[in-house]
């Protein structure tokens, strides 16, 4: 069914091959775009680590030091960039916890042979700390296997719980401005248009964008007050992401469950039909 039909929606997180919400918004109907406006790097990883088997007994880590009990992958560029230097390092990940911050992320680690522990109904840093296997990790070496920079509530929780918690930093978020004409030109339109962002970094990238052109004249012909993109609604995952899309800016937010797809889809479609109706 239809669902979006004569909806606009600009996607502005970092490329991926098949984009499933891209996909599930077109077949809805909508016009999709998708202009990257980060681009991944890759970071050099040094890591040693003990080819000793991962335990949580506490002598053993004395006479292994380097060794993990749990590894943490919070997202598709940590697998893709990650799981072969810690090979490399000496990780053996039969023998060591492995937990991914959504269901995707838990995928791509299936696929390289890896079986994961993972929320099942979000991907966020809270759903994860919120399952089981999260609770008891006092005494336990924790690695996180991230990008440069980010939120620290994994780590600054885990601690508080009571386990030793290290960072493995495996790429990095860069600004690219290859489609700025490209986004703007998609923005300067009197059509409905949505702006989706999928987290903070993508949202600050944005904000720098010049669009003293667009503001300065109407994205909306028929409104009798001048319009920016400050007034286009921004769909994003999570109230963390939603409250710093208002901090920039955005008058209209629509905030999604979660970055997964169908969240995102789900929200989206609400928000449109409330609209419409």
């Known amino acids: 069914m239809k669902t979006l039909p ?3 929606v600009l996607i502005i997180r970092s490329a991926r091959p098949d984009d499933p919400l891209a996909a599930a918004l077109s077949a809805a109907g909508a016009s999709v775009m998708s202009y990257p406006i980060l681009a991944i790097e890759a970071l050099d990883v040094n890591l040693q680590v003990s080819p000793q088997r991962m335990t ?16 943490i992958f919070v997202s598709r560029h940590a697998v893709n960039y990650g799981v072969a230097p810690l090979r490399q390092a000496g990780i053996d990940f039969d023998k060591v916890e492995v937990a991914a911050l959504g269901p995707t992320t838990a995928v791509m680690l299936g696929e390289q042979g890896i079986a994961a522990l993972h929320p099942v109904d979000q991907t966020s840093t809270e759903s994860l700390l919120a399952i089981p296997e999260m609770a008891s990790v006092s005494g336990q070496r924790i690695l996180i296997v991230r990008g440069k920079g980010g939120r620290e509530t994994l780590k600054d929780t885990l601690v508080a719980r009571g386990a030793d918690v290290s960072y493995c930093e495996v790429y990095r978020r860069v600004a690219d401005y290859r489609h700025a004409d490209g986004i703007k030109l998609f923005l300067d339109s009197d059509e409905a248009t949505v702006v989706v962002a999928h ?30 993109v400050w007034d286009l609604p921004c769909l994003v995952p999570g109230t963390r992401v939603a409250q710093l899309a208002s901090e920039l800016g955005f008058k209209q937010v629509v905030t999604a469950a979660s970055a997964v797809a169908t969240d995102m889809e789900q929200a989206l479609r609400d928000w449109y039909t409330g609209r419409s109706h």
């Open 199 to 228: 987290s903070g970094e993508i949202l600050a990238a944005f904000a720098r964008l010049d669009f003293t052109r667009l503001d300065s004249t109407s994205l909306d012909s028929t409104s009798q007050a001048p319009k920016t």
């Open 56 to 71: 949580s007994d506490l002598v053993s880590q004395q006479q292994a030091p380097g060794c993990y009990d749990t590894i």
């Open 6 to 8: 004569g909806l606009r």
